[in-house]
């Protein structure tokens, strides 16, 4: 199910673009169901240096969650539809895990949030790091919206 009244925004020129409360609560209750009850493996590495953490899931096509993020996608990110899925997973992390910093290695990225309330004091946020050559100093914000 969705909601009618979900919050888009963004930040930095468009380079990111955030859709809050756009799935109802029972929706994000139903795709936390669905996530547990899938099978995980041990997590990947960021980078050479660093250990693997989380743990991954990589057989996602078939379920719920991937049909609805999938539907997302093309009703409402048009300038996506010239690129190619070469990749879709779930990453999970236990409370007070971490990853660490890294580099996709792809041109675009989707992250799904499956909580509908978060505090900054529960971790687990997404930070990303720009060059200061990518952006005129005026638009550097503090994103706590």
């Known amino acids: 199910m969705l909601q009618t009244n979900y919050k888009r925004s963004s930040y930095f ?47 996602i096509v078939h379920t719920e969650l991937y049909k609805s993020l999938r539907n ?14 070469t990749r879709s997973y779930i990453n999970k992390f236990e409370k007070a895990e971490s990853g660490y910093y890294h580099q996709d290695d792809c041109d675009k990225t989707l992250l799904f949030y499956p909580n509908h309330d978060w505090e900054f004091d529960e971790g687990g946020e997404t930070k990303f790091i720009f060059q200061s050559t990518d952006f005129p100093l005026n638009i550097i914000t503090d994103l706590k919206n």
Do not use: A, M
């Not at 169901?33 to 240096?49: H, Q, V």
């Open 13 to 59: 020129n468009n380079k990111i673009q955030t859709w809050d409360y756009y799935f109802t609560q029972e929706s994000l209750i139903n795709f936390q169901k669905e996530i547990e009850s899938l099978t995980f493996r041990n997590g990947e590495t960021d980078t050479p240096d660093t250990p693997p953490s989380g743990s991954v899931c990589d057989n």
């Open 72 to 85: 997302f996608v093309l009703n409402h990110i048009q300038q996506l539809e010239t690129y190619h899925l």
